[in-house]
């Protein structure tokens, strides 16, 4: 089983900045894709950045340029940097890891999310 845990949320003035940590911890070979989600009030868990094993980045169009995922495979941890930060992104920000765990399985490891708040 492996445990996700988040830290870094909290409440910022618009324009202001947030880092967002996930640690992974438990029993895994390997972890794979990395993604942040956030969940606004009212609305569906929408994709916000995505990091491949070997480093490449996505991001939903909201955030690009503004927000940046970075991973640091020797502390199974994954970062979530946003500066200039806006109202809508108010919402509750979850981590998702793809995790090996052996003999070809693979498994979607989720946190419980950390609550981010963008006063105007």
């Known amino acids: 089983q492996v445990q996700l845990l988040e830290s870094g949320g909290g409440l910022v003035q618009a324009g202001g900045s947030l880092r967002l940590s996930c640690v992974a911890s438990?029993?895994?070979?390997?972890?794979?894709?990395m993604h942040w989600f956030r969940q606004a009030p009212g609305k569906q868990r929408e994709l916000v950045a995505t990091?491949?094993?070997?480093?490449?980045?996505t991001y939903h169009t909201s955030v690009q340029g503004r927000f940046t995922i970075v991973r640091d495979n020797a502390k199974a941890t994954v970062f979530l940097q946003m500066s200039s930060l806006k109202p809508d992104d108010t919402g509750v920000y979850y981590c998702?890891?793809?995790?090996?765990?052996?003999?070809?399985?693979?498994?979607?490891?989720w946190g419980q999310g950390t609550q981010v708040t963008v006063s105007s």
């Open positions: 438990g029993s895994y070979v390997t972890i794979n894709t």
């Open positions: 998702d890891m793809n995790v090996d765990i052996g003999l070809g399985a693979r498994y979607d490891a």
């Open positions: 990091i491949t094993s070997d480093g490449r980045t």
